[in-house]
């Protein structure tokens, strides 16, 4: 009768995992978008500047 004790908290931590596993792939994926829109824009500022003292 010991069985389905340890089954619920067990369960309970996989999910919790799951939920952080998902908010950092998304965050990690709107980290890795706003870097490749942001880095040719600061390039071109870099060039732009650096060609036009």
């Known amino acids: 009768m010991d069985l389905p ?3 619920g908290p ?6 919790i995992l799951d939920i952080w ?3 950092l792939i998304i ?3 709107i980290l890795i978008m706003t ?6 824009a600061t ?3 870099i060039y732009r500047v650096r060609t036009h003292p």
């Not at 067990?10 to 999910?15: F, S």
């Not at 870097?35 to 040719?40: I, K, M, N, Q």
């Open 5 to 7: 004790d340890p089954a």
């Open 10 to 15: 067990a369960t309970l931590p996989k999910h």
């Open 21 to 23: 596993v998902i908010v």
């Open 27 to 29: 965050l990690a994926t």
């Open 35 to 40: 870097a490749l829109v942001l880095c040719p």
């Open 43 to 45: 390039a071109v500022i």
